[in-house]
């Protein structure tokens, strides 16, 4: 009998982009609905849509795919998923404190990592009616069509959202730029920054894997520099799922600014941190 041929990440795309719009349809019947809400140890708050996505997207995925790993946001972290060559990474839903307030611009993130490199990634936003996607290799794009970074014609100074500790530090560098908007999705403010309406995204120390792996498939393909301002490359289904500051940009002229802000203000590990980081798996 013949061996089924390989799963390529373009396959991969597409089986989370049947996921994501499933999910998004389950997640309508609760969105700006009488929601049952709690609090994890954490401080993030955790609704009952996403425990309901949670579990339909691990049933779709791994039945699908019974022999990848699994590293969800509200799913209990199983160190098995080490052993998998490649991994689901899910966020059911990001920015669940916008989705709770009824908010328009929460997504559903997903991606597919391969030893350690998002090799395919979802960030669908449903009430807006966006669906970015990537496979690597293959290009990103935006409901189907190729993704081509359009800056808005009428902007001439670049827009960056970030906390106000960084605004601080790139206003002190003279940086001219504008502050951009904040949506409670990180992943879609990432994937903004490919589509070109905003020209940066700077993200905070404590981000973990399923906050970003969707989007940095997209960043990639997309041909934005996305990277740890301090050890670079990201790497992701590793035993510390957390990445330290990290900065999205469209134009290498920011680099330095955003980056010199962001070490400024959440510092770098130490050297020996460093290199026990990529020592890991």
Same mark, same amino acid.
């Given at each position: ?9 373009? $396959?991969?795309?597409?089986?989370? !982009? ?15 609905? /009488?929601?049952?809400? +709690?609090?994890?140890? @954490? ?6 849509? /996403?425990?309901?996505? $949670? ?9 699908? =795919?019974?022999?990848?790993? +699994? ?5 209990? /972290? ?7 060559? =490649?991994?689901?990474?899910? $966020?059911?839903?990001? &920015?669940? !404190? ?7 611009? +929460? ?7 391969? %030893? &350690? ?11 807006? %009616? ?7 290799? $293959?290009? *990103?794009?935006? @409901?189907?069509?190729?993704l081509v970074r359009q800056r808005h014609p009428g !902007?001439? *100074? ?9 605004? #601080?530090?790139? #206003? ?31 993200? =905070?120390?404590?981000?973990?894997? +399923? %906050? ?24 992701? @289904? !590793?035993?510390?799922?957390?990445? &330290? ?29 460093? /290199? ?6």
């Open positions: 009998m013949l061996s089924a041929a390989p799963t390529t990440a373009a $396959d991969d795309r597409e089986l989370l !982009r049947s996921a994501a719009v499933t999910a998004g349809i389950i997640a309508a019947g609760y969105f700006r609905k /009488d929601l049952k809400t +709690w609090t994890k140890e @954490n401080a993030s708050p955790v609704s009952e849509a /996403d425990i309901v996505l $949670d579990k339909f997207l691990n049933s779709a995925l791994l039945t699908a =795919r019974p022999d990848y790993g +699994w590293l969800s946001e509200e799913s209990v /972290d199983n160190p098995e998923r080490l052993s998998h060559r =490649r991994v689901f990474v899910v $966020d059911p839903i990001d &920015g669940t !404190r916008g989705f709770i307030r009824g908010e328009d611009s +929460w997504t559903v993130s997903l991606a597919v990592v391969e %030893d &350690g490199v998002a090799i395919a990634g979802v960030v669908y936003a449903p009430v807006r %009616d966006e669906m970015y996607d990537a496979a690597i290799g $293959d290009g *990103a794009r935006l @409901n189907g069509q190729p !902007r001439t *100074a670049p827009l960056i959202p970030a906390p106000g500790a960084v605004h #601080q530090e790139l #206003q002190a560098a003279g940086l001219e730029y504008a502050r951009g908007p904040f949506y409670p999705s990180l992943a879609y403010r990432l994937a903004l920054v490919a589509s070109g309406k905003l020209d940066a995204v700077v993200v =905070r120390r404590g981000a973990q894997d +399923w %906050d970003v792996a969707g989007a940095a498939c997209i960043l990639g393909e997309a041909g934005v520099g996305f990277e740890d301002v301090c050890i670079g490359a990201l790497r992701f @289904n !590793r035993p510390e799922t957390r990445h &330290g500051a990290l900065a999205a940009l469209c134009e290498p002229s920011l680099k330095a600014p955003l980056h010199a802000a962001l070490v400024k203000v959440y510092g770098c590990p130490q050297p020996q941190e460093v /290199d026990l980081e990529r020592l890991k798996p």
